[in-house]
């Protein structure tokens, strides 16, 4: 069992940066997929930002490539969310999630594919 807890969420301006962070317990993230998430008022949730603990690959929706940058640090188990020159489009709820997945399975998961999720923390950016 993984629990995923995210924090570094708040209000900000048009250009402004925020980093986001998941921390992850229960066990280590060795061989898991870590995703972010954003799901905006009246919208379905949206992937961001996915990438593989072995290795650091990563992928990004095109929206926020360039902008946004997603890491993680093995030491502390946790994964980041550097976000740069945000815009009002990107307030939204923000859930990182993970699943197992075998290093040698390459594809992108689905969101339904996610086994386990945090409780999100709010991004707000005013124009």
């Known amino acids: 069992q993984v629990q995923l807890e995210e924090s570094g969420g708040g209000l900000v301006q048009a250009g402004d940066s925020l980093r986001l962070s998941c921390a992850a317990s229960g066990r280590t993230l060795s061989g898991y997929v870590m995703g972010w998430f954003r799901q905006a008022p009246g919208k379905e949730r949206e992937f961001v930002a996915g990438?593989?603990?072995?290795?650091?690959?990563?992928y990004y929706v095109d929206s926020v490539k360039g902008r946004f940058t997603i890491s993680r640090d093995i030491a502390k188990n946790t994964v980041y969310l550097q976000m740069m020159s945000l815009k009002p489009e990107d307030t939204a709820v923000y859930y990182c999630?993970?699943?197992?997945?075998?290093?040698?399975?390459?594809?992108?998961?689905?969101?339904?594919?996610?086994?386990?999720w945090g409780q999100g923390t709010q991004v707000t950016v005013s124009s």
């Open positions: 999630a993970a699943r197992f997945l075998p290093f040698s399975d390459g594809r992108k998961l689905g969101i339904a594919e996610y086994d386990y």
């Open positions: 990438i593989r603990w072995i290795g650091a690959s990563t």
